[in-house]
């Protein structure tokens, strides 16, 4: 199960998002400790587990390896546990829950990130999950935040709070689905697919005329129903001491009342009767093809032989579908397949992206080949041993974090709620493992059969169509959120699987040194990428009245005769955290290597940092660096490009290549068991690749198509254009390190191989390797492995100083019918050597750099403009951009570059930072830096920063006392120095139609807009985008 989390995340990045669940046994005993079986398989899983006379299960595992503790809650309720006409109400009600309860009426997040934690929340048609990932010290206060919201949200519950929170989903909604392409399509698939009186007949994020209807009664209706202790189950894992959380839970949640038993949905299986054929048109520039059957429940009989037909169809470049369509025949820009089974059933699917140039006959004609080919030839003992070693190796890598999605205690979780067996995890590989080729092809044929769905999706016109509304006014197009009523219909029904709600992205303690690459097959979609709907609350609300519910104190006993235990508990003293001992060695032929043990798991990541990225590209050549690192798994001198896939997935390991603007980076993750085949096939990608044309041909092929359905995506193309706006094109930092249609169409081999041979040399790069290996064992096998790979004089690259910019000025991208508009606010900031660097990370924590942030409490919790807003410096060798940025209503587009600007002049000054404001985000990053340091790849991470930046060893262990060392002067001083909203570029990607008026009404800087197209390029220009003096 746990490969569907892992590969369901992979399958999340390219495809819209599904829903998926389990299926339900019969109640295990109550008490118990009980571990995995068959540690040479899995390691062990020891957990303990009892419930309160509530009915409230509670599961604990201890990992003392890292001071932290993971506190997750599952309910037992979903999207399917909706009726018609009150769709919605489970993945909006996980939005209440962050809104603030009656002991804690305030933005749930505050002590979470205060306490340097993190915690979000998901909904999907079977379940509704919460998690926090705190220090140790502070497991109290998150057992106490979750006791709190389960027995009194509705104390707290306002109508101010239930509006704010539909517009919040509406905002969703947009983001998610309607400004996404192909976002349509998973609604109109759930209703083809199942009845209408079936609960997966609408999607997760429901219907928004329903949710706009629902009222704060229908909402409480529904939280005491379904939010009850026996329909829940608490896990706590990692660094806790189990006498003393017991004591803390049976405190905090002992009071709370059992409520009656909740009645499961159990429809009939669901069937079409023959094959059903649908067309719709949408805002993409490729062709797409979904073929979609119905299959089975999940942990039925069937279940595992079709995740092994979806793997064998699709699971890596050596996949049937994947090596036809995508590799040989080149027809296809992407394809998978995946079995996407739920409680209560379950449909598999296949969806294939059409290549520029080929058709949807083409795509459905070899897909259907291939169908018929597996339901006579079952696997070989080849691929079979491919998906099973995928599978396995992915089972134990989960097995890395004992919190947030897909980690120990969401499994933990997971099993106990839909299989009343918490420590499954064993039985749940072994269902893999006893999978035949006979029963793949046993699968094939009882369920990809001729009744199926095929749905196809089509271009439509760019611009705007006969068909769509053309707004009278501007003014008239979007109703604000301000002006629209309980009463007042949304704008329609959601539009994918699921809804995926997390809290705006913070930024980084250190810009990203790697580009990992896509993993081309993949399995059913599983919890993560769920409707996660993580909204937290309590911001200033809108000024209206606030109307509490009645009470709803579902305990034993008055409050009264309980002390302090409605009073949030104090810390104790923060724990002692050790810093993992990194050790230095440096092979003969001059590759530093940078080595840390952790023996926790059989896991170890390697991960090379070349110290050249597409800063270095030519003028006439963006994009080499990223294509040479994309060349490097494309075949060697020994192995081509099938093998190496083939031989990775055989072990289970994942190797990754791609190149940012600084670096290049290849990475490696795999088990200890596998390290010297892995490590050949690492080194050999390293220091012998062949480039073969061929392969750059399909290689430059399939990244001009990704080009074109870059025009697709408006975060993107304001990405593209964000960064030619503030460096110009000619400035490294100014292309897209994929380069653009004409680079590419230019790149030849000889080129890639004189970036090759000018900067893949081993004493320009670092070696750092993390895991369960000692030095005595791995350096031979690197000196080894790296025979033959020679050092040479490496150029330096020049980062020249970025243009400057003389005044604010508006630019604009036209995308006909957007159902956002996406902002970019900034200028050029400064490099990661900037003595600034940790006063700029603590204020851009305070500014946008969480989720209790300025400009995120201010545009989204209590304007309800935008789903999440966010700032963040990209810290890099020479300057990075600094930038403000969301997804905005269009109505409220204008208002919206109001409000960042507003913000972004208060943090120098107009908005005083408090003492309390600034201690907040101190103790944030402070106790929040061991969570950085919990898996091998996270601590790779870290160290890959030290090694491009140059950083000394000592650059960890001081990183606390330098962030404590900040003061409110420094947060004034570089706030000035660095932020000036009068000189800053605002990029505006949406509907000119409907905004272009209200933006020139802005004081100011109304009256300077310049439109520019996809890439940049002032209307009519055929020169590229502009980065002075502007």
């Known amino acids: 199960m746990r490969i569907k989390r892992l590969l369901a995340v992979l399958l999340a990045l390219a495809f819209f998002s599904q829903t998926v669940a389990l299926a339900q046994r019969r109640s295990a005993p109550v008490q118990r400790q009980t571990t995995t079986t068959d540690s040479n398989v899995l390691p062990q899983i020891k957990f303990t587990e009892f419930r309160l006379d509530n009915g409230l299960r509670v599961i604990f595992h201890e990992d003392h390896s890292t001071p932290i503790v993971a506190v997750n809650v599952w309910y037992h309720v979903g999207s399917k546990n909706e009726v018609p006409g009150r769709t919605g109400f489970a993945h909006l009600f996980e939005h209440m829950m962050f809104q603030g309860s009656l002991h804690h009426d305030d933005e749930y997040f505050q002590p979470i990130q205060e306490a340097g934690g993190a915690g979000n929340g998901s909904t999907n048609a079977d379940r509704t999950n919460y998690w926090e990932v705190v220090p140790s010290n502070f497991l109290e206060t998150a057992l106490w935040l979750e006791s709190d919201r389960m027995g009194y949200l509705l104390d707290a519950l306002t109508d101010a709070k239930l509006a704010n929170q539909r517009d919040v989903v509406?905002?969703?909604?947009?983001?998610?689905?309607?400004?996404?392409p192909y976002g349509l399509v998973g609604a109109r698939i759930a209703e083809i697919m199942y009845p209408p009186n079936h609960p997966y007949h609408w999607l997760t994020i429901g219907s928004l005329d329903d949710i706009t209807a629902a009222s704060r009664e229908d909402v409480s209706d529904f939280f005491r129903r379904f939010y009850t202790p026996n329909n829940a189950s608490l896990s706590i894992a990692g660094d806790f001491n189990p006498a003393q959380?017991?004591?803390?839970?049976?405190?905090?949640?002992?009071?709370?009342?059992?409520?009656?038993?909740?009645?499961?949905?159990?429809?009939?299986?669901?069937?079409?009767?023959?094959?059903?054929?649908?067309?719709?048109?949408?805002?993409?520039?490729?062709p797409r093809l979904y073929m979609t059957w119905h299959s089975v429940p999940f942990y039925t009989a069937n279940d595992a032989p079709l995740d092994m037909l979806s793997l064998v169809l699709a699971g890596n470049k050596g996949s049937r579908l994947y090596k036809s369509l995508v590799y040989d025949r080149q027809i296809a820009q992407d394809v998978t397949a995946f079995n996407n089974a739920r409680e209560v059933a379950g449909q598999f699917q296949i969806v294939v992206t059409a290549r520029q140039g080929h058709t949807l006959e083409e795509l459905e004609e070899a897909v259907n080949a291939e169908i018929a080919k597996i339901k006579t030839e079952p696997p070989t003992a080849e691929e079979m041993a491919r998906a099973y070693n995928s599978i396995e190796s992915s089972f134990i890598y989960s097995l890395q974090?004992?919190?947030?999605?897909?980690?120990?205690?969401?499994?933990?979780?997971?099993?106990?709620?839909?299989?009343?067996?918490?420590?499954?995890?064993?039985?749940?590989?072994?269902?893999?493992?006893?999978?035949?080729?006979?029963?793949?092809?046993?699968?094939?044929?009882?369920?990809?059969?001729?009744?199926?769905?095929?749905?196809?999706?089509?271009?439509?016109?760019?611009?705007?169509?006969?068909?769509?509304?053309?707004?009278?006014?501007?003014?008239?197009?979007?109703?604000?959120?301000?002006?629209?009523?309980?009463?007042?219909?949304a704008s329609g029904t959601a539009n994918a699987a699921t809804t995926q709600t997390t809290r705006p992205a913070t930024a980084s303690t250190e810009s990203s040194t790697q580009t990992t690459a896509s993993t081309a097959g993949v399995a059913r979609p599983q919890t993560r990428t769920e409707a996660a709907a993580t909204t937290p609350a309590g911001a200033t609300p809108p000024a209206t009245t606030a109307v509490r519910s009645g009470p709803d104190r579902r305990v034993h006993q008055d409050q009264s005769q309980l002390g302090g235990l409605y009073v949030q508990p104090k810390p104790q003293a923060d724990p002692q955290f050790a810093l993992p001992r990194i050790q230095h060695r440096k092979l003969s032929n001059g590759l530093e290597v940078l080595f840390a043990e952790q023996h926790e798991l059989p896991v170890i990541s390697m991960n090379l940092v070349l110290k050249t990225g597409a800063a270095a590209d030519p003028q006439d050549r963006p994009g080499l660096a990223s294509m040479t690192a994309a060349m490097l798994d494309e075949g060697t001198k020994t192995r081509s490009s099938l093998d190496i896939s083939n031989q990775l997935a055989a072990i289970g390991s994942n190797l990754?290549?791609?190149?940012?603007?600084?670096?290049?980076?290849?990475?490696?993750?795999?088990?200890?068991?596998?390290?010297?085949?892995?490590?050949?096939?690492?080194?050999?990608?390293?220091?012998?690749?062949?480039?073969?044309?061929?392969?750059?041909?399909?290689?430059?092929?399939?990244?001009?198509?990704?080009?074109?359905?870059?025009?697709?995506?408006?975060?993107?193309?304001?990405?593209?254009?964000?960064?030619?706006?503030?460096?110009?094109i000619n400035h490294p930092y100014g292309h897209p390190t994929v380069g653009n249609e004409t680079s590419v169409k230019a790149i030849t081999p000889d080129d890639i191989r004189r970036f090759y041979e000018t900067y893949y040399r081993p004493n320009n790069a670092a070696l750092i390797v993390v895991g369960d290996v000692k030095p005595a064992t791995l350096i031979p096998q690197l000196e080894r492995a790296f025979t033959g790979w020679k050092s040479a004089n490496v150029p330096a690259v020049n980062i020249s100083a970025p243009p400057t910019r003389n005044a604010a000025h508006i630019y604009m991208v036209d995308r006909p019918g957007a159902a956002q508009s996406?902002?970019?606010?900034?200028?050029?900031?400064?490099?990661?050597?900037?003595?600034?660097?940790?006063?700029?990370?603590?204020?851009?924590?305070?500014?946008?750099?969480?989720?209790?942030?300025?400009?995120?409490?201010?545009?989204?919790?209590?304007?309800?403009?935008?789903?999440g807003a966010r700032t963040a410096f990209d810290f890099?060798?020479?300057?990075?951009?600094?930038?403000?940025?969301?997804?905005?209503?269009?109505?409220?587009?204008?208002?919206?570059?109001?409000?960042?600007?507003?913000?972004?002049?208060?943090?120098?000054?107009?908005?005083?930072?408090?003492?309390?404001?600034?201690?907040?985000?101190?103790?944030?990053?402070?106790?929040?830096?061991?969570?950085?340091?919990?898996?091998?790849?996270?601590?790779?991470?870290?160290?890959?920063?030290?090694?491009?930046?140059?950083?000394?060893?000592?650059?960890?262990?001081?990183y606390m006392a330098q962030v404590r060392a900040v003061t409110l002067a420094d947060i004034e001083r570089v706030a000035n120095k660095y932020l000036d909203p009068s000189r800053m570029a605002i990029l505006v990607v949406g509907d000119r139609r409907v905004i272009e008026s209200h933006l020139r009404s802005l004081p100011e800087i109304g009256q300077t807009i310049t439109v520019l197209d996809t890439e940049g390029r002032p209307e009519g220009s055929s020169e590229g985008g502009g980065g002075t003096n502007r």
């Open 822 to 867: 996406v902002l970019n606010i900034g200028q050029v900031g400064v490099p990661r050597s900037s003595p600034d660097y940790f006063p700029l990370l603590v204020m851009n924590h305070m500014l946008g750099g969480q989720f209790t942030s300025r400009v995120n409490l201010n545009l989204r919790e209590n304007k309800g403009y935008t789903y």
């Open 401 to 489: 974090t004992v919190g947030g999605f897909g980690g120990i205690s969401d499994q933990l979780n997971q099993y106990a709620t839909f299989l009343n067996q918490p420590g499954y995890f064993q039985q749940d590989l072994m269902r893999y493992r006893n999978v035949t080729p006979a029963d793949v092809s046993r699968v094939a044929n009882e369920y990809l059969t001729d009744r199926r769905l095929v749905l196809t999706v089509t271009p439509k016109p760019r611009g705007r169509t006969s068909g769509e509304p053309t707004p009278a006014s501007p003014a008239q197009a979007i109703v604000p959120p301000s002006q629209q009523t309980a009463g007042q219909p």
């Open 170 to 180: 509406k905002n969703e909604k947009r983001q998610n689905y309607d400004n996404r």
């Open 876 to 958: 890099r060798r020479g300057a990075g951009p600094f930038m403000a940025s969301a997804g905005v209503q269009t109505a409220v587009t204008s208002e919206s570059i109001t409000e960042f600007l507003r913000e972004l002049r208060g943090i120098r000054g107009e908005i005083p930072v408090t003492p309390q404001e600034l201690e907040f985000s101190k103790q944030s990053l402070i106790r929040g830096f061991p969570r950085g340091f919990e898996t091998p790849e996270q601590i790779a991470g870290r160290l890959s920063a030290v090694v491009l930046y140059g950083l000394p060893d000592s650059y960890f262990n001081n």
């Open 245 to 286: 959380a017991r004591a803390w839970v049976e405190r905090y949640f002992g009071p709370l009342k059992r409520a009656p038993e909740v009645t499961r949905p159990n429809p009939p299986q669901p069937t079409l009767e023959h094959e059903v054929r649908v067309n719709m048109d949408e805002r993409v520039t490729l």
């Open 656 to 728: 990754s290549t791609g190149a940012d603007f600084d670096s290049t980076g290849v990475s490696m993750l795999t088990l200890a068991r596998h390290l010297p085949e892995a490590l050949d096939i690492f080194t050999d990608v390293i220091k012998n690749p062949a480039f073969p044309e061929e392969e750059l041909t399909r290689q430059r092929q399939q990244r001009l198509t990704a080009l074109l359905q870059r025009r697709d995506n408006a975060d993107a193309i304001a990405g593209v254009v964000y960064a030619s706006l503030l460096y110009g």
